[in-house]
């Protein structure tokens, strides 16, 4: 066990899995890559004031990412679901803020 724990780690020196051991969770989400994307490809339909309404749709976390999904896709960007996740974190960060 000792043994196999310092490979790993010497390994990690050397440049091998350190991503692994280092950046875990691996699914953190970046908004400063979101907001590049969102500036990218979202303003066909709508600004950012759609997200600040008084009569808005989205009341949840899960909701956000959902709504990102479906007009991603009918933006037609292709989006991966981590782009996704990029850019409901800006906008969850900039405008809606909420919990979960
Ligand atoms: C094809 C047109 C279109 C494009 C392109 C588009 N949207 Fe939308 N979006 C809409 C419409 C229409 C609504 C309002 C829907 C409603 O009121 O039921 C909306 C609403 C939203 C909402 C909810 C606003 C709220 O709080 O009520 C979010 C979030 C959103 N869009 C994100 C995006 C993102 C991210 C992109 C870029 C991938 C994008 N939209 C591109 C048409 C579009």
């Given at each position: 066990?000792?043994?196999?724990?310092?490979?790993?780690?010497?390994?990690?020196?050397?440049?091998?899995g350190?991503?692994?051991?280092l950046?875990?969770?691996?699914?953190?989400?970046?908004?400063?890559?979101?907001?590049?994307?969102?500036?990218?490809?979202?303003?066909?339909?709508?600004?950012?004031?759609?997200?600040?309404?008084?009569?808005?749709?989205?009341?949840?976390?899960?909701?956000?990412?959902?709504?990102?999904?479906?007009?991603?896709?009918?933006?037609?960007?292709?989006?991966?679901?981590?782009?996704?996740?990029?850019?409901?974190?800006?906008?969850?960060?900039?405008?809606?803020?909420?919990?979960?």
């Amino acid at each position: 066990m000792k043994t196999q724990q310092k490979q790993t780690w010497g390994q990690c020196l050397a440049g091998f899995g350190c991503a692994l051991l280092l950046a875990n969770p691996a699914f953190a989400a970046d908004p400063a890559n979101g907001e590049k994307l969102y500036n990218g490809g979202c303003f066909k339909c709508h600004d950012t004031t759609i997200h600040t309404r008084p009569d808005k749709i989205i009341f949840s976390k899960k909701a956000l990412i959902k709504r990102v999904e479906f007009c991603e896709g009918n933006a037609g960007m292709n989006w991966n679901k981590g782009q996704i996740e990029d850019v409901a974190e800006y906008l969850n960060k900039t405008f809606y803020k909420y919990e979960n």
